[in-house]
C-alpha cells in the first residue's frame, strides 16, 4: 500500500490523502486515482502521454546532438590530419631541397642586413650633426 503524504490531500477527492505526486503536472493524486506506467506516477493518461511525447522531443534533441558533436569531432580530425600531411610534405621538400633553402634563406638575410644598414645611414645623413636644438638636448636624450 502507498504511504500518505504528509498533508496533502488528492485535488480530485479533498476528504482522501495524497500518497504520491504526478510526474508530470506535480498534482497530488491518491490511491484510486494515481496512474502508474512504466513504474511512474501520473495523475492522468493525459499526463502519461505528454511525458511521451516529451520524452521524445528530448531524445531527438540528445540525438541530433550527438550528431553535430559526431561532425565537430570527424571535421577535427580531418582538420588535424590536413596540418600533418601539410607539416610531413613541408619536411619532405626540405630535405630534398635543403641546399638551395638555405641558400636562399642566407640571400634573404643578406639582403635584409644591406637594406637596414641602407636605411641606418641614410637617416643618419638626413641628420644634422650640430644643430642647436641637439647641443641643448643632448644630455637629456641618453
Not at 19 to 29: D, E, G, L, Q
Not at 95 to 120: F, G
Amino acid at each position: 500500500m502507498a504511504e500518505k503524504i504528509n498533508g496533502s490531500v488528492c485535488l480530485n477527492h479533498p476528504d482522501t490523502p495524497a500518497v504520491a505526486h504526478c510526474a508530470v503536472c506535480r498534482k497530488p493524486v491518491c490511491q484510486e486515482c494515481q496512474k502508474i506506467y512504466e513504474g511512474v506516477t501520473y495523475c492522468s493518461k493525459e499526463c502519461y502521454e505528454s511525458a511521451k511525447r516529451t520524452g521524445s522531443m528530448v531524445d531527438d534533441v540528445i540525438k541530433k546532438r550527438k550528431a553535430v558533436e559526431l561532425k565537430r569531432k570527424i571535421r577535427n580530425i580531418i582538420i588535424l590530419l590536413i596540418i600533418i600531411a601539410l607539416a610531413f610534405a613541408g619536411w619532405t621538400y626540405y630535405k630534398k631541397n635543403k641546399s638551395t633553402i638555405d641558400a636562399k634563406a642566407k640571400n634573404l638575410k643578406q639582403q635584409t642586413e644591406k637594406t637596414i644598414n641602407d636605411s641606418k645611414k641614410s637617416i643618419d645623413k638626413g641628420l644634422i650633426k650640430d644643430s642647436k636644438y641637439k647641443k641643448e638636448h643632448e644630455g637629456l636624450l641618453k
